[in-house]
Nanobody, 122 residues
């Protein structure tokens, strides 16, 4: 069973940057597509971005395209989310997820981390 642990969240001002990390452990983490989702208070958990097993293919929600970058280091079993030009609407708990099919749907992911809080203040 794959275990995921996120880190790197925190409080940042509008326009600032943060880098989230997701450390994976267990059998063959590199065999999974990895994604980031986020959930703001009172809202549904929503897709942010996904990266393929090799890292060659990525996909982003329109709301973060051009500002966020996902990457992975399979040698370290770690996925990163670089977030730039942060806005107040980016405030949410960010979750890392692993799944065999790298889609934008929550149901495609069988493994989830505990989440890390990102707060963007104005």
């Amino acid at each position: 069973q794959v275990q995921l642990v996120e880190s790197g969240g925190g409080l940042v001002q509008v326009g600032g940057s943060l880098r989230l990390s997701c450390a994976a452990s267990g059998p063959s983490p590199s065999s999974y597509a990895m994604a980031w989702f986020r959930q703001a208070p009172g809202k549904e958990r929503e897709f942010v971005t996904v990266i393929s097993r090799s890292g060659a293919i990525t996909n982003y929600a329109d709301s973060v395209k051009g500002r966020f970058t996902i990457s992975r280091d399979n040698a370290k079993n770690t996925v990163y989310l670089e977030m730039n030009s942060l806005k107040p609407e980016d405030t949410a708990v960010y979750y890392c997820a692993a799944g065999l099919a790298g889609t934008m749907k929550r149901g495609s992911y069988g493994y989830w981390g505990q989440g890390t809080q990102v707060t963007v203040s104005s």
